[in-house]
């Protein structure tokens, strides 16, 4: 079984996506016939009808994530995903996996830090029975410590390949750990090494009984079935489970700080330099430092990452790749869809020759430019058709509408609202574009962070004492 977490907050959108085999999609959400309803315990359910296979794609969505761990017991929620493999009294661990696998269905899970979900995409005459076993291990999971002892090293052994032995993720945590030195945003999704050794059997089954509850989840359906086809479904099986007594979800608040962040290190490991600059900004749902959030600045900071650095006609790439001929790559990321604030990423892959430093003048001379004079007309509407396209292609793939839809809704978005951001980006312009990039790329909302082989990679850059 394998499962899958994002790596990190930068790239945590495209990076999962990647997992999951799909690439070139961009952020967003496509417009979609959104049919929904809830139980009476609360659950929520929703239905998109796509009628172009025999398939559905049944996942259930519960709002939490690693966002809501506290210090010491951090990469619970990716510890439950994995027990929640490991059976039940009328469905033992296996049963699941042989029952879609004999079908040519898939099943997996994913942990985030703002959600955790579990899919099986199975032929539609199978819906039935996955929702059998899936409310099942929704409050009947039986777990010993015999069963978590094991699991742990697995979760250990997975930390160790993935994040211990790779220097790059070793070294964007400790980035992340300083641009969210309060923000539960700040620790890995997987958890720290230390705190997964300590933690007890008790600790999981705490965080199963606290957060698994049909009032803490949402049934999202897409596929060849309609919301009249699967209510009476949703009702015989999740319908029977309680209303569960789930602690209102609180969202960390990162406090402004007054300097910009550097976190400069060698590991003779890289052979590549990294070179990351980061700016604190808001996502659709919580602004920097728990301000209010702007209606149209997500949308907003989406088409300046898509003008910055979305692909090769981008102001990033053009600058730096094309006509100074310093780096191998240069783009730009933003996450619009988050429960937290968002960062706003710049990354840049200096060609071997050209040292750290030299790529950090040049992107501050074109930050400052951009500051100074701002965006055009054009490049505005380049970026909106761009947008547009990118995201009628991706409503075409089932499970990107799956994915966008359920991360919206698991960070407290109404589904009337899924659609907004098309009048949200018809709407915007120039000015507010430019007002957008004034108010953000702040000095001390940025954190620049370097990885490099050597230290004449750096060129002036001093590598970061830690404290
Ligand atoms: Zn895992």
């Not at 749902?285 to 989406?302: H, I, K, N, Y």
């Amino acid at each position: 079984m394998k499962i899958r977490w994002t790596k990190g907050m930068r790239g945590a959108w495209s990076a999962l996506l990647l997992l999951a085999g799909i690439t070139g999609v961009s952020k967003g959400y496509a417009e979609m016939d959104i049919q929904d309803f809830t139980l009476q315990n609360g659950m929520k359910v929703l239905v998109v009808h796509d009628g172009r296979a025999p398939v559905v794609t049944h996942s259930v969505w519960y709002n939490v994530g690693s966002m809501d761990e506290k210090p010491g017991k951090t990469g619970l929620a990716h510890m439950t995903e994995h027990l929640m493999f490991k059976g039940t009294k009328t469905y033992p661990a296996g049963v699941m996996d042989k029952m879609v696998q004999r079908k040519g269905g898939v099943l997996n899970a994913f942990t985030s830090y703002d959600f955790t979900a579990y899919y099986e995409k199975v032929p539609v005459t199978e819906l039935e029975p996955m929702m059998d076993i899936e409310s099942d291990r929704m409050s009947n999971l039986q777990l010993s410590d015999a069963v978590f002892q094991p699991e742990r090293n697995v979760v250990a052994e997975e930390r160790k390949l993935r994040t211990d032995s790779d220097p790059t993720d070793r070294f964007f945590e400790q980035v992340m750990r300083r641009h969210f030195p309060h923000h539960t945003y700040g620790h890995p999704v997987i958890g720290w090494g230390a705190d997964i050794q300590g933690y007890t059997f008790e600790d999981a089954m705490d965080w199963y009984k606290t957060h698994y509850a049909p009032n803490n989840a949402t049934l999202i359906l897409v596929g060849n079935v309609t919301a009249d086809q699967v209510k009476p479904l949703a009702e015989k099986y999740y319908g029977k489970l309680p209303a569960e007594d789930v602690p209102e979800r609180v969202i960390p608040v990162e406090p402004l700080r007054t300097a910009p962040l550097e976190y400069i290190k060698i590991d003779p490991q890289v052979q590549v330099v990294g070179w990351t600059v980061m700016y604190r900004t808001p996502s659709q749902f919580q602004g920097v430092a728990g301000a209010p959030v702007v209606a149209g600045e997500a949308t907003g900071l989406w088409v300046l990452s898509e003008i910055l650095g979305g692909g090769s006609t981008s102001r990033l790439y053009q600058e730096l790749v094309v006509k100074q001929q310093l780096a191998d790559g240069a783009s730009a990321q933003y996450d619009v869809v988050r429960a937290g604030e968002s960062t706003f990423d710049i990354s840049v892959q200096p060609k071997e020759t050209v040292t750290a430093d030299t790529v950090t003048d040049a992107v501050q001379t074109l930050i400052d430019d951009l500051l100074a004079n701002g965006v055009t007309e054009e490049e505005l509407q380049r970026a909106k058709v761009s947008i547009k396209a990118d995201e009628i292609y991706a409503r075409d793939d089932p499970f990107t509408s799956l994915y966008r839809l359920g991360m919206w809704v698991t960070v407290a978005g109404a589904v009337a609202d899924f659609n907004t951001w098309q009048k949200e980006l018809d709407a915007l312009t120039v000015a507010d574009v430019n007002a957008l990039a004034r108010k953000y790329f702040k000095p001390e909302g940025r954190t620049l962070s370097v990885l490099a082989g050597n230290t004449q990679q750096l060129g002036k850059l001093k590598v970061t004492k830690d404290q």
